[in-house]
């Protein structure tokens, strides 16, 4: 009786202590939010820039980190920057936060709202907005910085922050890794990153351990055809007829060929034909975007495409000479896995340090991308990519119940609650840091 007296005080004592620490984490991050935070959010909100042009930004968020006691070296992969502060024996963990915005002209109503333009990489002067909350990511790995520099008494070992360019556009994660950084910097032992969610309730928790994105690619298909009068089409090929039936064709590959509890998805975004009404044309081009989570899956998925794309024209009676290209584009994102053992222990981290509320389940309904995956996936590296929730519990209520929806990522009208998601970001970051790097 009395051994379990004593052990249950202290498992008290211990839980107390756990708790005051983190009470104490919570309060100095949200006083830096209050200081600093909110108006370098504000800053990066007012301020974004597109895919491989991300220069100011990546400038501000050097300095940023820089002034908080980190080396930093910039110009990696483009624009990227990477961050290291040792800190005496123990593991190398990464943390990326992506930096760039997107072509959208912002109509959320905000008072901060962009009015940022920029000319695009074909020349076209566009509207650019932070509609997918990389302004919430930046801020929070600034916030990580800060809180870890300031407190380098709490943990040991070596912190290494990336601010990546061009995750919207593709090659920003490729474009670092082509530039070498494990082989200049270390390789991290651990990796983390987050992403805020609008479909997540603000400052909310959500950790997946399975796959919480899925590997893309991008597949263009040009179908050849013979030109000839809309009125004789007996004298020509049908390059429109001939897409038409492929872009039919291929919604079986999934329907039929893969199997039931295996996932994928062929969306057709894009096809284009012709100049006039009565001109048959000789040739049409479709877009593809193709998304699976297997490295089996994906490889089963575009031999399938060429294969249908192929026999669909040869069906057709075109002839061998003349049969559609298929290509599948350099810029291809592997699918983003948690790896599960790491992320129950983050669970329990976040479970034990912020609540149990705080966690909530992952729901992942669609097949978004990320292109973490090239940091983790060959050489393997641990890592664990959650997300943060962005939006007012009352606004996704209200939702729900028939009201106002609420706006997609990648929306003119995308707008994210910054404090709760900035705070709770950089608080879980911390939390886990200190767990994965405990003090010697």
Not at 16 to 36: F, G, L, P, R, V
Not at 151 to 160: I, P, Q, R
Not at 168 to 192: K, T, V
Request: glycine share 10%; with cysteine.
């Amino acid at each position: 009786m009395k051994n379990f007296s004593t052990a249950l005080l202290l498992s008290s004592l211990l839980f107390t202590i756990n708790s005051t620490e983190a009470s104490e984490i919570s309060s100095a991050i949200n006083k830096d939010y209050q200081q600093h935070l909110a108006p370098l959010w504000d800053h990066f909100h007012r301020n974004p820039e597109l895919s491989l042009m991300e220069h100011n930004t990546a400038k501000r968020l050097a300095e940023e980190i820089r002034s908080a006691g980190f080396t930093v070296s910039e110009g990696i992969g483009g624009t990227g920057i990477v961050a290291i502060m040792n800190n005496g024996a123990g593991p190398m963990v990464m943390v990326r936060a992506d930096m760039d915005g997107l072509p959208v002209v912002e109509q959320s109503g905000l008072a901060n709202a962009s009015t940022a333009k920029m000319t695009d990489w074909d020349g076209n002067e566009v509207g650019v907005m932070h509609a997918c909350g990389h302004d919430v990511h930046i801020t929070s790995l600034v916030g990580t910085a800060r809180y870890m520099a300031a407190n380098k008494d709490e943990w040991s070992g070596t912190l290494m922050l990336i601010g990546q360019p061009a995750e919207e556009r593709g090659p920003g994660a490729s474009a670092m890794m082509d530039d070498n950084i494990w082989q200049s910097f270390g390789q991290p032992d651990y990796a983390l990153a987050l992403h805020v969610n609008a479909n997540v309730a603000a400052g909310q928790i959500e950790i997946d351990e399975g796959s919480p994105y899925a590997g893309a690619d991008t597949v263009d298909i040009i179908v050849h055809g013979v030109g000839a009068h809309g009125a004789s089409p007996h004298q020509g090929k049908d390059p429109i007829m001939i897409g038409a039936q492929i872009v039919m064709n291929l919604q079986t590959i999934i329907s039929r060929e893969l199997a039931p509890r295996h996932s994928g998805v062929i969306t057709v975004g894009a096809f284009h034909s012709g100049t006039k009404h009565n001109i048959i044309s000789d040739n049409a081009h479709l877009q593809l975007t193709v998304r699976s989570l297997t490295p089996e899956v994906r490889a089963q998925l575009l031999t399938a495409i060429k294969r249908v794309a192929l026999g669909t024209a040869r069906t057709a009676g075109v002839s061998e000479d003349n049969l559609p290209e298929v290509s599948v584009s350099e810029f291809s994102f592997p699918p983003t896995f948690n790896d599960k053992g790491l992320a129950q222990r983050l669970k329990k981290v976040v479970a034990s340090k912020m609540g149990d509320e705080k966690l909530t389940p992952p729901v992942t309904l669609g097949m978004g991308a990320e292109d973490f995956g090239f940091f983790t996936t060959e050489p393997y590296i641990p890592s664990v990519y959650f997300k943060v929730g962005g939006t007012p519990k009352a606004d996704l209520e209200r939702a729900e119940n028939g009201g106002a929806p609420v706006a997609s990522h990648h929306s003119p009208q995308f707008k994210i609650s910054p404090e709760p998601a900035v705070k709770s970001g950089i608080e879980a970051t911390v939390h886990a840091l200190i767990d994965l790097m405990p003090k010697k």
